[in-house]
């Protein structure tokens, strides 16, 4: 099973969590071009034509895993640097092994259609699920914000706004903002590719694409204690700090988040369902 941990950075003092969190919506889809949507060209996501920032980058890219900087953020906690999948990383290299070419023939997809919805697929991840606008965000708007900004991802019938989870969103307390990614490191790999019937549309299918991934998000001692105390209602600040005591000392501590994502995509390129796991391992102390 993945885990989700707290550890001191860099001394490697590990506070357990026992938030547990299961979420899936159906997969839906189309093979074929919808209706009306004949004309229209294939959605791909792609940072390609984003002038990348110098100042969350180019100066110190430093490594973070899969992936690198992509452009400053400024919000109302400060500034961090939002992140895309590095163009080297193996997450974007298409592998035949791990494709069910005989699902994507019996729904009438192509190899090149399944390439370009893992591309999105793994792009998504990174940039959104992961490390989207309202990933630390306490502002009850920002959902349908960040949906009406990337309607475009998704297919036509979805409504995006209403759907529940398909970023990380909602636990977590203020990130680190110091101008760095807000994950000490994000790491995703492609697990399969292949796909399965439509939810609703007998007959029509989507491609979908199983990625796991890890992101270690960086808080501070007040925030990494504000979010031990949202995920043991029992806690108190006292409690916390007397069971972990490395919490006042001033060096950043990193929660990991394992995430396992099965994003579904139609014919267009576009988002047509998601299925998704957080995991989480049992409780683990060490403090020496």
């Not at 190899?111 to 959104?128: D, G, I, P, S, T």
């Not at 995509?265 to 403090?287: D, E």
Request: charged share 20%; with cysteine.
């Amino acid at each position: 099973m993945g885990q989700k941990i707290i550890l001191k950075n860099p001394t490697n003092t590990f506070i357990g969590l026992s938030l547990a969190g299961l979420f899936t919506l159906g997969l839906a889809g189309c093979a074929a071009a919808p209706v009306g949507d004949s004309a229209a060209e294939p959605t791909v996501i792609s940072s390609s034509e984003t002038e990348v920032e110098i100042g969350c980058s180019m100066a110190s890219p430093g490594d973070y895993g899969d992936v690198i900087p992509l452009e400053d953020v400024i919000d109302e906690y400060g500034t961090y640097c939002h992140v895309t999948i590095d163009p080297d990383s193996d997450a974007l290299v298409y592998d035949a092994s791990k494709v069910d070419l005989e699902s994507l023939a019996e729904f009438g997809f192509t190899e090149k259609q399944a390439e370009m919805a893992q591309q999105n697929a793994v792009r998504f991840v990174v940039e959104e699920a992961l490390d989207s606008p309202m990933l630390d965000s306490k502002d009850p708007e920002a959902v349908s914000t960040w949906a009406q900004t990337n309607e475009s991802l998704f297919s036509g019938d979805w409504d995006v706004a209403a759907t529940t989870g398909i970023v990380y969103t909602g636990t977590l307390p203020v990130l680190i903002r110091d101008g760095s990614p807000r994950a000490a490191e994000t790491t995703t790999a492609v697990e399969k590719v292949y796909a399965v019937e439509h939810t609703t549309r007998p007959g029509a299918g989507v491609v979908v694409v199983q990625t796991n991934s890890i992101a270690k998000f960086r808080m501070s001692d007040e925030m990494a204690i504000e979010f031990s105390l949202f995920d043991d209602a029992t806690a108190t600040r006292e409690s916390v700090l007397a069971q972990n005591p490395s919490l006042n000392d001033g060096i950043e501590n990193v929660l990991a988040v394992d995430v396992t994502y099965k994003l579904g995509f139609n014919s267009l390129g576009q988002i047509s369902g998601v299925s998704f796991v957080y995991q989480t391992a049992p409780k683990i102390v060490n403090n020496s």
